[in-house]
């Protein structure tokens, strides 16, 4: 069966589904999809900006496999083509072979030697924060109560992650001579680095917080912009920042607190551009009921338990839902997004196996 999986993931592999520039549409690697999956009724929508979803459905299933086919930008640190699928003795590699078409490729093989109840969710924007497949497709009747989400958790069921929110922020200063004593507090660059050193310092605090296996604040400052000049003082300055929080934190806290770290006369803007629930999602009582409903799901389906994550997944918009949700796929997290993303032959042989059992 590993031949047919690595067959499937040399096609996926070598569609472009780079996310940006969302320049993805319902042919290519969708047309590829279409083709591998005779006997099912499939529907595949375009919901603009790059998001194109593919739902497959063969009989009256109740659960639903959702894998994301878009992956990051290859970086220049590729040491071949990121679209040409190469197999060693040991590992496939290649620009989403881990994160995650790898179980594209699973789900694609075990459906063809299955003809027991089964649906797929394909899904094209997860890799842009920009979750409107999943949004669209939670909208609709759509019928089931369960979602096994795909990505690299090393074959292992996991039922529990931190949340996300993305955050541009904004600063203020006054445009002026930098010899002038007024530079060191009218600067919008150092209005942005005296709140970074604020904000870090607030992230190290929390530090000591524990859930389950989980420690700590999740917090990264990704992109800081501003100025003009090194004689002139800097009139704007923008941060984009990200964190992710345990279960247990509350997300509109920690934004009154990061808001507050910036001085009102210099803040300008504070947009949360993105946010994502943690899994399981709801208040305390309902995400342990949520919790134990997944942890009864993994049972079921005979998957191996393994431990919270401190990654995001779209699992979170399903228990959001009231569906129960837990996410399974290969590889490792560590491999995703690096140069020469790679996923192990062992693990696409284990996840190819676990989805045949499934679906048969």
Not at 146 to 163: K, N, Q, S
Not at 210 to 230: M, P, W
Not at 254 to 276: I, K, M, N
Request: hydrophobic letters at 45%.
């Amino acid at each position: 069966m590993l031949d047919d999986v690595l067959r499937h993931l040399e096609a996926l592999v070598s569609f472009d589904t780079r996310n940006p520039p969302r320049l993805i549409g319902t042919g290519g690697i969708f047309d590829y999809i279409r083709a591998q999956l005779p006997g099912f009724d499939v529907d595949c929508i375009d919901h603009g900006a790059g998001a194109v979803s593919l739902i497959a459905r063969r009989g009256s299933p109740h659960r639903i496999f959702n894998v994301h086919l878009d992956t990051v930008p290859a970086s220049a640190a590729w040491q071949a083509d990121p679209l040409a699928l190469r197999v060693t003795e040991d590992r496939a590699i290649g620009l989403g072979a881990c994160d995650t078409k790898g179980a594209a490729a699973g789900l694609l093989a075990a459906a063809a030697r299955t003809s027991g109840d089964a649906a797929f969710l394909f899904s094209s924007d997860e890799e842009a924060n920009d979750a409107r497949c999943i949004a669209a497709f939670l909208a609709s009747d759509h019928g089931f109560t369960e979602a096994v989400v795909a990505e690299p958790t090393g074959c292992e069921a996991v039922l529990a992650h931190r949340g996300i929110s993305s955050v541009l922020l904004g600063f203020r200063g006054e445009a002026g001579h930098a010899s002038g004593a007024q530079a060191a507090d009218a600067s919008a660059v150092h209005q942005a680095m005296r709140w970074g050193v604020r904000a870090l310092d607030f992230v190290q605090s929390q530090s000591h917080l524990r859930f389950g296996g989980l420690t700590g604040l999740r917090f990264n400052i990704g992109r800081v912009e501003g100025g003009i000049k090194a004689n002139m003082i800097a009139p704007s300055a923008e941060v984009r920042f990200g964190f992710r929080p345990l279960p247990s934190q509350d997300m509109q806290a920690l934004h009154d607190d990061l808001r507050g770290f910036a001085g009102a006369e210099a803040l300008e803007r504070y947009v949360e551009t993105f946010r994502g629930p943690p899994l399981p999602a709801g208040d305390v009582a309902m995400a342990e009921e949520r919790r134990l409903m997944a942890r009864d799901l993994a049972d079921e389906l005979q998957l191996p338990v393994g431990n919270a994550v401190d990654f995001w997944t779209e699992a979170s918009l399903f228990s959001q839902a009231g569906m129960t949700a837990l996410v399974f796929g290969p590889g490792s997290i560590a491999q995703a997004h690096t140069a020469d993303e790679w996923v192990s032959l062992d693990q696409l042989s284990c996840a190819a196996g676990h989805y045949l059992r499934l679906l048969s």
